[in-house]
């Protein structure tokens, strides 16, 4: 079955890096647009960044243009999120899955800014 492993987040603080990873399974990843969601506490599940299923970036939320690149392994079913110059306002688990026809959603990894 569809199936999303995420990890790379943690606590960090304001101005700092990560690197999340999505491991991906049970479809045919290669051919499959993929994305980032995040939500934070009390909010709503929201797009973060997209990519085509060749590793062209299709959409990144404005707040987070400039700072986060979207990209993608096909060799090894994994999708990345690096993520700079981290704001307190990014805090929030973070998930990926296929775009616009999210599947099962997998548990997602924290990611907290704080000083």
């Known amino acids: 079955q569809v199936q999303f492993v995420e990890s790379g987040g943690g606590l960090v603080q304001p101005g700092g890096s990560l690197r999340l990873s999505c491991a991906a399974s049970?479809?045919?990843?290669?051919?499959?647009?993929m994305a980032w969601y995040r939500q934070a506490p009390g909010k709503e599940r929201e797009l973060v960044a997209s990519?085509?299923?060749?590793?062209?970036?299709?959409n990144y939320a404005e707040c987070v243009k400039g700072r986060f690149t979207i990209s993608r392994d096909n060799a090894k079913n994994t999708m990345y999120l690096q993520m700079n110059s981290l704001k307190p306002e990014d805090t929030a688990v973070y998930y990926c899955?296929?775009?616009?026809?999210?599947?099962?959603w997998g548990q997602g990894t924290q990611v907290t800014v704080s000083s």
């Open positions: 990519i085509s299923s060749t590793g062209v970036p299709t």
């Open positions: 049970g479809f045919t990843f290669r051919i499959r647009a």
């Open positions: 899955n296929i775009f616009l026809a999210p599947s099962t």
